[in-house]
Nanobody, 123 residues
């Protein structure tokens, strides 16, 4: 049984930064692609970024430049650095694991999901 545990969410003022972390239990992430998604109230889940087993990354065009995904295989951790946060970034943020070397932006690419961590950006 694989569980993904996100941490690092919270309340931040507009213009601030947060760093989210995700640690899987029950499976190492070394050979698998990882992704981050978010879901705001009343909206569909939205792709943010993905990182393949080699470290290759892909981003949603609208978030590229402000958000950075990274992985540290030795620590079995994937992170999402979020800068210049805006009130519209307020959402629940989810970590996901794909059982492939690379993954894309589709929800169906991912096999396991975390419970999510709330990020609230105040104006």
């Amino acid at each position: 049984q694989v569980q993904l545990v996100e941490s690092g969410g919270g309340l931040v003022q507009a213009g601030g930064s947060l760093r989210l972390s995700c640690v899987p239990s029950g499976r190492t992430l070394t050979n698998y692609a990882m992704g981050w998604f978010r879901q705001a109230p009343g909206k569909e889940r939205e792709f943010i970024a993905a990182v393949g087993w080699s470290g290759a990354t892909t981003y949603a065009d609208s978030l590229k430049g402000r958000f950075t995904i990274s992985r540290v295989n030795a620590k079995n951790t994937v992170a999402l650095q979020m800068n210049s946060l805006k009130p519209e970034d307020t959402a629940v943020y989810y970590c996901a694991m794909a059982l492939t070397y690379y993954s894309g932006s589709a929800y169906s690419d991912y096999r396991y999901w975390g419970q999510g961590t709330q990020v609230t950006v105040s104006s």
